[in-house]
C-alpha cells in the first residue's frame, strides 16, 4: 500500500543520497503513537471514526482524530465536558461484532464557590453509545444520577470540522486550501461547509435532539435536571452531508442502530464459523471476523475489504486481494467482490500520471480533493507490480474453491487482458521476469508490497536501481499462470492451457538459476536493473513457498533460513534478517514482523509439509495479539526479539483494524490444517493437519463446498490430530491425507 513511514527513518538513508519531494511526499510522520492513542474505530461504508477512549475527537498537529467521510474530516474535534470539566473514563469498549462503542464515564469533584467539595465523584454516570450507519455518526448521552440529591447540571459540547484532506493529515503541507463557508445555525442544528478547490462542496451537518440551551457553529450546551436514581438522554447526529429527518432522533437512533447491528450480523453469517478448546484464541477469531466484516464495504460486485483505519480505509488492490486470499477457506463471498471490482476498474489506457497501462489492476482509489486536483497520483492509481498477476491467481484460487465457472466467464476478458499485461508491459526488458519502474516520478519508487523508499536495496546496504524484479513478484506470476491453466482447461480451451502451464515449469527453471543463493540458503531479495542479485535474506522467500514456485529440493534450506533466530523473533518472520545491513526492528519493511507475511508464510510451509514450523508461525502470531488491545492484531509491530513475559513492541503508527493482518489468524487454520478444496469430486481434504500447541480441540461450522455446508470437528492427540465429520446429511466427502 503507499508508504507509511516515519519520517525519522529518512536520516538512516546512506550518506550522499538525496530524497526526492515524489519520494517523501507520502510518509506518515510520525509525530504521535496511535498505540499510546490506543483508538477507538468504527467504519461503515466509505466513512470511518477515530475516538480517544472517552469517546472524544482531539484536535491538534498530528492527531488523526474525527469522523472521515471518502479521504476528508467531516469531524476534527468533538469535546464532552460536565459543568466545565472533562468526566473521568470508567471503561471504554467495542462491541465484539464492532457494532457499538460505549463510553463509561462520571463526574469529577464539583467544587462550590467556597473552594470545598460541592458534589463529590463517581455520584453522576454518563454512557455514550456511538454508531455510525450510511455516511452518519450516531450517539447518544444517557445522564443518571446516583445522588440523594436533584441535581441541576451542564453538558457541553465542543465541536469543529477541518474539512481536511487525509493527505494533509498525514503530514503533506498544502500552499492553497478551498473556503470555508459561514455557519449556518437553527434551533437544533449546525450545517459547516467547505468549498474546495476541486469546486466540490463538502458539508457535515449537526442534529441535536432536544433541542440544545445554547447552540453556536462551535458549540452545544445542555441544561437538565436530574432526580435522585433518574435518568435522561441527549441525542446528536453528526452527516456527512446536508440531511434531514422526517423522524424524532431518538426513534431514528434505535431504528438506525438496530439496522446497521443486523448488516454486521449478515456479513459475518457468510462465512463459516470458528470455535476451539481455547477461550483467547476465541476471542482472537472473533475479532479478526468482526473487523474484516466492518472493513469490508458493500460494492455493486459484493464485499471489498478496505484496507485499514486510518490511513487506507479505501479500495487497495493488492491488499484487497490477500485479504480474499486469507479468507477464502471460509468466506468466497469477498474474492467474488473483489474480483468483480477489479475487473470493473482494469486500466484500459495508458497513463503515466497514474502509472496505467492496458490491462493493469488497480493499486489504490482516493476520493479527496488533493486527489481530484492531482496534488497526490492516487485518484485511481496503478502504481504495484503485484496486483495484477494476484489478481489472476485469485481468480483460479476462486474457481478451485467454489466451481463457480459462470462468474468467472464474465470476467474472462478481463482475465485475459491482465495476462497480456504480464507479457507486454510487466515483463519490461523481455528476459523472463516481471520487473517494476514508475512511470511518474510523483508515483510510488518501490511497488511491491514493500513499498518504502529503502526496502529494496544490496547486502552493502546501497539501495537497488531499477527496473526491479522482486522474488514474490515471480512467485505470483506463476500462481497467475497456473491459475490460467486450470481456467482455460475449465472452459474447454486444452491448447491454452498446456500453454500457460508449460510457462510454468519454464518459470520455475528459470527463476531457481537466477534467485536461489546456496550460500544464504535462500532466494535473493530481487535483481537489479543490470540484473545483479540483491542478496539479502528476506521474508519474500516465504511467499515463493507459498504460490509452488520453489523446487522441492529447495524448500528446507528456505524455511530453515526463514526460521533461523535472524528471522524468527519468537512472534514472527521479520521482513529481512537481523544479520542484514538495512536491519532495523523499528523500520516500517526492514525488520518490523507482519501479520499477513507471515500468514502467506505459513501457507507456504504448509504446501511443502513443514506444519510444524507453520504452527511455530501460528502461535507467535496468537501470542502476540493477546497483548495487544482488542485481541486484534495491527497491521505490523516492531521486530525486537521475543521475551519472555513481554509482549511485542508495537509500531507508531500502524494502522488497526487492518484488512489483511485480520485475516492471518483465519489463513493460519488453513494452513495449519492443511485444508484444500476439490469441488468437482465434492471433496474436502485435510493434509498432514496439524494444531498448535495451544489448541487441544477445533471445530469448524458451516463449511461451504458445493450446495452443502458442513461441521467437522479436530483434536489434538500428541502430534496427531484426528479428524471428525459431524454431520452426516451431506454429500461432501472429508479425506485426511498423511
Known amino acids: 500500500m503507499t508508504l507509511a513511514q516515519p519520517q525519522a527513518e529518512v536520516a538512516g538513508i546512506a550518506e550522499g543520497q538525496a530524497l526526492s519531494q515524489a519520494q517523501t511526499q507520502f510518509f506518515i510522520p510520525a509525530t504521535a503513537s496511535l498505540h499510546e492513542r490506543r483508538p477507538r474505530t468504527l467504519k461503515h461504508g466509505d466513512s470511518?471514526?477515530?475516538?480517544?477512549?472517552?469517546?472524544?475527537?482531539?484536535?491538534?498537529?498530528?492527531?488523526?482524530?474525527?469522523?472521515?467521510?471518502?479521504?476528508?474530516?467531516?469531524?476534527?474535534?468533538?469535546?464532552?465536558?460536565?459543568?466545565?470539566?472533562?468526566?473521568?473514563?470508567?471503561?471504554?469498549?467495542?462491541?465484539?461484532d464492532n457494532a457499538m462503542l460505549t463510553c463509561d464515564l462520571t463526574n469529577p469533584d464539583f467544587m462550590g464557590e467556597d473552594g470545598r467539595v460541592a458534589v463529590e465523584h463517581d455520584l453522576i454516570h454518563l454512557r455514550r453509545t456511538r454508531f455510525l450507519w450510511k455516511d452518519a455518526l450516531y450517539e447518544r448521552v444517557t445522564i443518571r444520577n446516583f445522588d440523594s440529591e436533584t441535581r441541576t447540571i451542564s453538558i457541553d459540547l465542543a465541536f469543529a470540522a477541518d474539512f481536511a484532506d487525509l493527505f494533509e493529515i498525514r503530514g503533506m503541507t498544502r500552499l492553497r486550501r478551498g473556503t470555508l463557508n459561514e455557519a449556518k445555525v437553527g434551533p437544533a442544528d449546525v450545517l459547516l461547509s467547505y468549498l474546495g478547490?476541486?469546486?466540490?462542496?463538502?458539508?457535515?451537518?449537526?442534529?441535536?435532539?432536544?433541542v440544545p440551551t445554547e447552540l453556536s457553529?462551535?458549540?452545544?450546551?445542555?441544561?437538565?435536571?436530574?432526580?435522585?436514581?433518574?435518568?435522561?438522554?441527549?441525542?446528536?447526529?453528526?452527516?456527512?452531508?446536508?440531511?434531514?429527518?422526517?423522524?424524532?432522533?431518538?426513534?431514528?437512533?434505535?431504528?438506525?442502530?438496530?439496522?446497521?447491528?443486523?448488516?454486521?450480523?449478515?456479513?459475518?453469517?457468510?462465512?463459516?464459523?470458528?470455535?476451539?478448546s481455547n477461550d483467547l484464541f476465541n476471542e482472537v477469531s472473533r475479532r479478526s471476523v468482526a473487523d474484516i466484516s466492518m472493513l469490508s464495504t458493500t460494492t455493486e460486485y459484493g464485499p471489498y475489504p478496505y484496507a485499514g483505519i486510518p490511513w487506507f480505509s479505501t479500495v487497495f488492490g493488492r491488499d484487497a486481494i490477500i485479504t480474499a486470499l486469507e479468507t477464502l477457506w471460509m468466506d468466497p463471498a469477498i474474492s467474488r467482490g473483489v474480483l468483480g471490482y477489479l475487473a470493473a476498474h482494469q486500466a484500459v489506457d495508458f497513463d503515466p500520471a497514474a502509472d496505467a497501462e492496458p490491462g493493469k489492476i488497480l493499486h489504490e482509489v482516493r476520493h479527496g480533493e488533493m486527489a481530484e486536483l492531482g496534488e497526490v497520483p492516487f485518484r485511481h492509481y496503478y502504481g504495484s507490480i503485484d496486483s495484477t498477476p494476484l489478481f489472476v491467481m485469485l481468480a483460479g484460487r476462486y474457481l478451485e474453491r467454489t466451481g463457480d465457472a459462470a462468474f468467472l466467464r464474465t470476467i474472462l476478458p478481463h482475465i485475459e487482458a491482465a495476462l497480456a499485461w504480464i507479457d507486454t508491459h510487466g515483463d519490461r526488458d523481455g528476459d523472463g521476469f516481471v520487473?517494476?519502474?514508475?512511470?511518474?516520478?510523483?508515483?510510488l519508487q518501490n511497488q511491491g508490497w514493500k513499498d518504502s523508499h529503502d526496502s529494496i536495496f544490496h547486502a552493502d546496504g546501497s539501495i537497488a536501481r531499477g527496473p526491479i524484479a522482486l522474488a514474490e513478484v515471480q512467485a505470483y506470476v506463476y500462481g497467475a499462470w497456473k491459475a490460467a491453466a486450470d481456467l482455460y482447461s475449465a472452459i474447454g480451451d486444452p491448447v491454452r492451457s498446456a500453454d500457460y502451464q508449460d510457462r510454468a515449469v519454464q518459470l520455475r527453471n528459470r527463476f531457481d538459476a537466477a534467485f536461489f543463493d546456496e550460500a544464504l540458503g535462500t532466494y535473493v531479495l530481487a535483481l537489479d536493473g543490470d540484473k545483479r542479485p540483491c542478496r539479502v535474506r528476506s521474508s519474500n522467500a516465504g511467499h515463493v513457498l507459498y504460490t509452488g514456485l520453489a523446487r522441492e529440493e529447495r524448500a528446507e534450506a528456505v524455511v530453515r533460513t526463514l526460521m533461523a533466530p535472524a528471522s524468527f523473533s519468537g512472534w514472527g518472520v521479520r521482513t529481512i534478517a537481523s544479520t542484514e545491513s538495512r536491519y532495523n526492528p523499528m523500520s516500517y519493511h526492514n525488520g518490523s514482523i507482519w501479520p499477513h507475511d507471515n500468514a502467506l508464510i505459513a501457507g507456504g510451509f504448509s504446501r511443502y509439509g513443514y506444519q510444524r514450523e507453520a504452527a511455530q508461525i501460528f502461535e507467535g502470531?496468537?501470542?502476540?495479539?493477546?497483548?495487544?488491545?482488542?485481541?486484534?492484531?495491527?497491521?505490523?509491530?516492531?521486530?525486537?526479539?521475543?521475551?519472555?513475559?513481554?509482549?511485542?513492541?508495537?509500531?507508531?503508527?500502524?494502522?488497526?483494524?487492518?484488512?489483511?493482518?485480520?485475516?492471518?489468524?483465519?489463513?493460519?487454520?488453513?494452513s495449519s490444517l492443511g485444508l484444500a478444496f476439490d469441488v468437482t469430486?465434492?471433496?474436502?481434504?485435510f493434509h498432514n493437519p496439524a494444531l498448535p500447541h495451544f489448541i487441544q480441540n477445533l471445530?469448524?461450522?458451516?463449511?461451504?463446498?458445493?450446495?452443502?455446508?458442513?461441521?467437522?470437528?479436530?483434536?489434538?492427540?500428541?502430534?496427531?490430530?484426528?479428524?471428525?465429520?459431524?454431520?452426516?446429511?451431506?454429500?461432501?466427502?472429508?479425506?485426511?491425507?498423511?
Open 197 to 210: 478547490r476541486d469546486d466540490r462542496a463538502r458539508e457535515t451537518h449537526f442534529h441535536f435532539d432536544p
Open 48 to 96: 470511518f471514526a477515530v475516538f480517544d477512549h472517552s469517546g472524544d475527537a482531539i484536535s491538534g498537529p498530528g492527531s488523526p482524530e474525527g469522523l472521515y467521510h471518502r479521504d476528508t474530516r467531516h469531524l476534527s474535534h468533538l469535546y464532552l465536558t460536565i459543568n466545565g470539566l472533562r468526566p473521568m473514563l470508567l471503561s471504554s469498549a467495542l462491541r465484539d
Open 699 to 738: 471445530s469448524i461450522s458451516d463449511l461451504v463446498i458445493g450446495q452443502t455446508k458442513v461441521d467437522i470437528a479436530f483434536d489434538r492427540l500428541g502430534d496427531q490430530v484426528v479428524v471428525k465429520p459431524m454431520a452426516r446429511n451431506h454429500e461432501a466427502r472429508i479425506v485426511t491425507i498423511a
Open 435 to 443: 520487473e517494476y519502474g514508475r512511470l511518474t516520478d510523483q508515483g
Open 621 to 670: 502470531l496468537f501470542a502476540a495479539a493477546t497483548y495487544v488491545d482488542m485481541m486484534r492484531l495491527p497491521e505490523l509491530f516492531c521486530g525486537f526479539p521475543r521475551r519472555r513475559s513481554q509482549g511485542p513492541t508495537f509500531y507508531p503508527v500502524a494502522c488497526s483494524p487492518q484488512a489483511w493482518s485480520a485475516a492471518a489468524p483465519l489463513a493460519l487454520i488453513q
Open 217 to 276: 457553529d462551535s458549540h452545544a450546551r445542555f441544561e437538565v435536571t436530574v432526580p435522585p436514581g433518574q435518568r435522561c438522554a441527549l441525542f446528536t447526529r453528526i452527516c456527512c452531508e446536508r440531511a434531514e429527518t422526517e423522524e424524532a432522533l431518538p426513534k431514528h437512533f434505535l431504528r438506525s442502530l438496530r439496522e446497521a447491528m443486523q448488516a454486521l450480523r449478515q456479513a459475518r453469517k457468510r462465512g463459516a464459523t470458528i470455535r476451539s
Open 681 to 685: 469430486k465434492l471433496q474436502i481434504s
